[in-house]
């Protein structure tokens, strides 16, 4: 077993600015890491939700060669400590985020303009930035944070959100675009 541990996120095979080095795809991605990692010395790790998630991206023949390569391991949720002022800070930023989330549906249902279908798509996509645009906003998110921070490994990761609370909690973390060159110099 490794010294060195890395708790590995969706993001690194599916978003395209993260997986650029590994693959065009989720799945060419996929087959590179498999082939990359498996010359390496370090642990990877990807709890079960957000291994069920990449499922929804990425090929069955490859999901199956990545599972014999990483350790699915659920975070021990019931023994972490989190510092109170983490929630307390996150608490504040879901009730700014709230605030803002309604005062563009007022501004909604103020605008008169009668394209409705361009007004439900700028709304959404301002609703979509105003609640979850930094943060973490899903068990998963949640899942790869407590499992760094249990497992005192370093969290890869593209979503700013999950790095931002990784911060918060005291976890190691590199940005996903900058996993590829760390396994290279590792091979």
């Known amino acids: 077993m490794s010294e060195e541990k890395y708790v590995i996120d969706t993001s690194l095979f599916v ?3 993260a997986r650029k080095k590994f ?3 989720p799945t060419t991605a996929v087959k590179s890491f ?3 990692v498996s010359k390496s010395e370090i642990d990877i790790y990807m709890p079960p939700l957000v291994f069920k998630e990449l499922n929804n991206f990425v090929e069955k023949d490859a999901i199956d060669e990545l599972e014999l390569v990483i350790r ?3 975070p021990n949720t ?3 400590y989190l510092p109170a002022a983490v929630l307390y800070d996150f608490i504040e930023d879901i009730r700014a985020r709230m605030n ?3 005062r563009l549906a007022e501004q909604f249902a103020q605008d008169n303009r009668p394209d409705n279908d361009e ?6 996509e301002k609703y979509r930035e105003a609640m979850r645009s930094g943060i973490i906003d899903s068990k998963e998110d949640f899942e790869l944070v407590l499992l760094a921070k249990e497992l005192d490994a370093t969290l890869v990761s593209a979503d700013e959100g999950v790095l931002k609370f990784a911060d918060q909690v005291g976890c190691e973390w590199l940005p996903a675009e ?5 396994i290279k110099k590792k091979s």
């Open 119 to 124: 007004k439900l798509r700028k709304l959404r």
């Open 78 to 80: 019931y023994s972490i």
């Open 72 to 74: 699915k391991r659920a």
């Open 23 to 25: 693959g065009k795809t």
């Open 178 to 182: 900058r996993f590829h060159d760390l």
């Open 34 to 36: 498999i082939k990359k």
């Open 15 to 17: 978003n395209p600015y």
């Open 100 to 102: 803002k989330g309604m």
